[in-house]
């Protein structure tokens, strides 16, 4: 069946549009389709760039690559050492490293580099670096302002990938627009802001990140990166063969994925947590024993069940699985416990009513319960309503528009939420319950001295990465008691390809499907 | 004729800045602002004042009205706030995709909808212009983006003539331009058999059967050219309208073009470029109507007399 069409498509193509370029794709070369909210990233200036889309990671490495669990590892960077009190990092570089215009990589590379930070959008990323020396030709010593245990992390990410500083100072706006020049696997040949990169192979690459199996040049010649907002458009492209992958399956096209023969899907721990947010600042939940309540009243394994269909996991905290600040103890973990929860409100003063509504004082237990306008959200939403309803709160749901919500919340007006956000790192528990960001972030208007001194200890006060997990634990602890916001779920995060074009590696040692399974994938001949 | 003319361009002027002033405030009264977008985790509210200093957004309205529409008077259309680069790049990157989906879109309506039209009319109330009447109904009412799925789902998917989507080959331009020039040939033919029709019963058809033409030269001679006056003043000003109905398609079909740019700003609230886009659409149809009153005077004897 799928050869029948393709086979139509050529001799369709072929007879009737000759003289247009064809569509079919020839021996290594693929094309990808970038996640939908890729689309637009309009730079590869990892520096200035507020979204980065997954084809920076093939045309840049970083100095640091990071496992499937989160644990970090040379790439760029072959060691490193950290100073005791966390004041000084010493990073020992490749030999042998050259950038796609000819420039070599090296310990001059390092400084001008960070310097282009400063003033930038991502300078948060190199602040608590003072200067750079220059130990030898290989080996460059960070020289702190404060102790930075997220160093690793930020090296890390794709915003800290390496550029090629003379390129860069040279090109100024246009650098990562119309040319870019880093150390990876591939070389921007073509970029058109919210069409396509065309990438080509760079065969002199023998320096990749140990991670992969391949740290040699890729198998695959040239990689079409396509971005197409439309998921239904981008999951026919797929099923018709117009395309070899979609990095990003969103959950309800999956089951029509996975109904095709010829089409595989790999599924990653994803970074998004769902939660709901409890205003602390709105009666009734300024008494702890109704946030509680309510918490404990959300069912998150009916939900995976129903909602996700299975896919995906429960949370039990705020921060994603893998990260190990999200090992706190068992008492702090919010579970469903419909029990506890009736107990709470009953000792509250909440009283069941005849019609499956509590009251206190002639009052009945009726909350506002916001969501924005997405279908996943409203149909989430719902549950989460039935399921207070369980317990006699009864809540009405308003949804906003997507990008209206975050204005509403700034109001400070809402007393219960659902929602999700996207990040891999603790201090999301900083950006979302700091009490310096009432409204919003702070959408539970959490505003605790004890919590404000934890925060500042995991913010500041740690000197190296051991100090900061521990620091973060126990502020992200402390804020799970306090019942600031109900955990949901972790959905997946779900890449559907191709299986009679694309081998992917068997094991994937990554965070997602990115540079290290590009460097093992190969194309069917 | 060209005292008219002058008058005609003189008088957009003032549509110019009421429309200008419409767009900018819309835009600045939605909730939600691009600094949002801007702003990464560990943001400090100082961080966020001085990205809104230097995207002049801490400015009251009325001035940063003003600032605007003095600098696109003198063609700069500013910076995109998040894709921080100039507006007039990202439309010229833009418009040509949007002007070739519309232009041929145009071409393909009026060359069917004229063709349906005077078929339809020649064959008033028989089998073949209720059906060209039925469907072209039927075209005219599905929503574009639902249309679209279902020429990819047969053209692409079933049959697998044309590319799903994008712009890589000339190919790929089919199914959008189907898209758009199916609305437009409902419209198209409706007023090329209503004006055939109703130009079939003037006095000078009377005389020209009388003369003993046959019917049919008579028809598409005479009576058809009195009958494109209006259809031809409904095509310039379906112009403006082409390229604002590319918007969906253009999304559906991940295809480049102002519909595409202006949708993605729109979402990150980006307002230069958002303000730019509707400003575009805005002008295409001013300056089609302009183009349709031009046309109708050129063409319409009786106007130009009028006029002279």
Redesign the interface.
């Known amino acids: 069946m799928t050869i029948s069409i393709r086979k139509t498509l050529l001799t369709a193509s072929v007879s009737l549009f000759a003289l247009f370029a064809a569509q079919a794709v020839s021996a290594q070369e693929a094309v990808f389709v970038l996640n939908t909210s890729e689309v637009g990233a309009p730079t590869y200036n990892p520096i200035k760039a507020n979204n980065l889309n997954k084809a920076t990671t093939l045309i840049f490495d970083r100095m640091v690559s990071q496992a499937a669990d989160l644990s970090f590892h040379p790439w760029l960077a072959s060691s490193w050492e950290e100073a005791p009190d966390g004041m000084s990092w010493t990073f020992h570089l490749k030999p042998g490293v050259t950038f796609h215009n000819g420039e070599p990589f090296n310990a001059a590379t390092i400084g001008p580099w960070l310097e282009a930070f400063k003033g930038s959008e991502n300078a948060y990323m190199t602040e608590a670096v003072a200067s750079v020396e220059v130990v030898d030709d290989l080996t460059v010593k960070f020289v702190m302002a404060r102790p930075e245990p997220n160093m690793l992390y930020n090296l890390s990410s794709s915003f800290m990938s390496v550029i090629e500083p003379k390129s860069y100072a040279a090109l100024g706006d246009n650098y990562g627009v119309t040319e870019v020049y880093g150390t990876g696997p591939f070389k921007m040949e073509s970029f058109t802001i919210g069409q396509e990169t065309v990438l080509v192979r760079n065969d002199d690459y023998t320096w990749g990140s140990p991670l992969a199996k391949n740290t040699g040049p890729a198998h695959i010649a040239k990689i079409t990166f396509r971005e197409i907002a439309e998921d239904s458009t981008a999951f026919l492209e797929l099923k018709t063969g117009g395309v070899d992958m979609l990095l990003g399956v969103p959950a309800d096209l999956l089951s029509e994925v996975k109904k095709e023969p010829n089409l595989a899907v790999v599924t990653l721990p994803g970074q998004d947590v769902y939660y709901m947010p409890i205003n602390v600042t709105k009666a009734p939940f300024d008494d702890i024993k109704v946030r509680e309540a309510v918490a404990k009243a959300i069912n998150q394994e009916e939900i995976l069940a129903s909602v996700f269909g299975g896919v995906g996991a429960v949370a039990d905290t705020f921060l994603i699985s893998a990260l190990p600040e999200g090992h706190v103890a068992d008492s702090a973990k919010i579970h469903f416990d419909p029990a506890r929860s009736n107990a709470l409100l009953d000792e509250a003063g909440w009283v069941m009513g005849a019609d499956g509504v509590r009251a206190k004082d002639g009052v009945a237990l009726k909350v506002s319960l916001w969501t924005q306008s997405d279908s996943i959200f409203r149909r989430l939403t719902e549950v989460v309503q039935a399921q207070l309803k369980a317990v006699g709160v009864e809540a009405e749901i308003t949804t906003f528009d997507s990008s209206m919500i975050r204005d509403q919340y700034k109001t400070g007006t809402q007393q219960l939420a659902v929602r999700s956000y996207d990040w891999d790192n603790a201090d999301i528990v900083d950006w979302f319950f700091g009490a310096d960001r009432l409204g919003y972030p702070n959408i539970s208007m959490f505003n605790d001295p004890k919590a404000e001194e934890l925060r500042k200890a995991a913010m500041t006060g740690s000197k190296n990465m051991a100090e900061r997990v521990a620091n973060f634990t126990a502020y992200h602890e402390y804020v799970l008691t306090q019942f600031p916001m109900a955990p949901i779920y972790q959905p997946v995060e779900s890449v559907a390809y191709n299986a009679d074009r694309l081998v992917m590696p068997a094991e994937l040692n990554a965070p997602v499907v990115g540079s290290t399974a590009v460097m093992d994938m190969e194309v069917k001949e | 004729m060209y005292s008219y003319l002058i008058r005609r361009v003189v008088m957009l002027v003032p549509v110019f800045l009421a429309v200008s002033l419409v767009i900018f405030l819309i835009l600045h009264f939605?909730?939600?602002?691009p600094i949002?977008?801007?702003l990464?985790?560990?943001?400090?509210?100082e961080a966020r004042a001085q990205m809104e200093a230097r995207y002049g957004l801490d400015q009251p309205l009325p001035v940063q009205y003003g600032i605007w529409l003095s600098k696109v008077m003198q063609g700069d259309l500013g910076t995109?706030i998040?894709?921080?680069?100039p507006v007039s790049d990202?439309i010229l990157?833009a418009l040509p995709h949007s002007l070739r989906l519309g232009g041929f879109a145009l071409l393909f309506s009026s060359v069917v909808g004229v063709g349906l039209g005077v078929l339809a009319a020649l064959n008033r109330d028989k089998w073949p212009d209720k059906a060209i009447m039925g469907g072209v109904l039927l075209g005219s009412t599905m929503p574009s983006f639902w249309l679209g799925?279902i020429l990819?789902?047969i053209f692409?998917?079933w049959?697998?003539?044309f590319?799903?989507?994008?712009?890589?080959?000339?190919?790929a331009l089919v199914l959008p331009v189907l898209t758009i020039g199916l609305g437009g040939t409902a419209l198209v033919a409706r007023i090329t058999r209503i004006a055939m029709i109703e130009a079939s019963g003037r006095d000078f058809v009377t005389l020209l059967h009388a003369k003993g033409l046959s019917p049919l030269r008579i028809q598409l001679r005479h009576v058809l050219r009195h009958a494109l006056i209006p259809v031809v003043t409904i095509l310039a000003l379906r112009i403006g309208w082409i390229l604002g109905g590319a918007v969906t398609v253009e999304?559906?079909?991940?295809r480049?073009g102002l519909g595409?740019?202006l949708?993605?700003s729109l979402?990150?609230?980006d307002y230069p470029v958002v303000q730019a886009c509707l400003l575009m659409l805005a002008m295409a149809v001013m300056l089609g109507t302009l183009l349709g009153d031009i046309l109708q005077a050129a063409m319409d004897p009786r106007v130009r007399a009028a006029l002279a």
């Not at chain 2, 939605?30 to 602002?33: A, E, L, R």
């Not at chain 2, 998040?82 to 680069?85: E, F, G, K, L, N």
């Not at chain 2, 590319?163 to 190919?171: E, F, K, L």
């Open positions: 939605i909730p939600g602002d949002d977008n801007l990464k985790v560990g943001s400090s509210p995109a998040v894709a921080r680069r990202l990157q799925l990819m789902l692409s998917v049959l697998g003539w590319p799903v989507s994008g712009a890589r080959s000339a190919s999304v559906v079909f991940a480049p595409t740019l949708i993605k979402s990150q609230h």
